[in-house]
């Protein structure tokens, strides 16, 4: 069963830092672009950062670039998105994405909230 479980969401004061995790099983997680995606209070979902298999390439939404940093531990089958410098406005919940040969997997999503 494919399968990612996002953690590390919580409660931030505005300018601290999280760092999510997105665990993955059910397939070979090296093999696959990892993305992170968030959806804050009644807008659209926005893609966040994109991670190339090997971790080699990385890509950043402008609306979090120079605060975000997306890694991932193949050996874990584990992918990361270290977030910095948080401001109310990247509250949302956040989304682990894959998309497979046939089918896009979603984690459930961690809710993080920024506010003094």
């Known amino acids: 069963q494919v399968q990612l479980v996002e953690s590390g969401g919580g409660l931030v004061q505005p300018g601290g830092s999280l760092r999510l995790s997105c665990v993955a099983s059910g397939f070979t997680f090296s093999r696959f672009v990892m993305r992170w995606y968030r959806q804050a209070p009644g807008k659209e979902r926005e893609l966040v950062a994109t991670?190339?298999?090997?971790?080699?390439?990385?890509n950043y939404a402008d609306s979090m670039k120079g605060r975000v940093t997306i890694s991932r531990d193949n050996a874990k089958n584990t992918a990361y998105l270290q977030m910095n410098s948080l401001k109310p406005e990247d509250t949302a919940v956040y989304y682990c994405?894959?998309?497979?040969?046939?089918?896009?997997?979603w984690g459930q999503g961690t809710l993080v909230t920024v506010s003094s």
């Open positions: 994405n894959v998309r497979l040969l046939t089918v896009e997997v």
């Open positions: 991670i190339a298999e090997t971790g080699s390439s990385t």
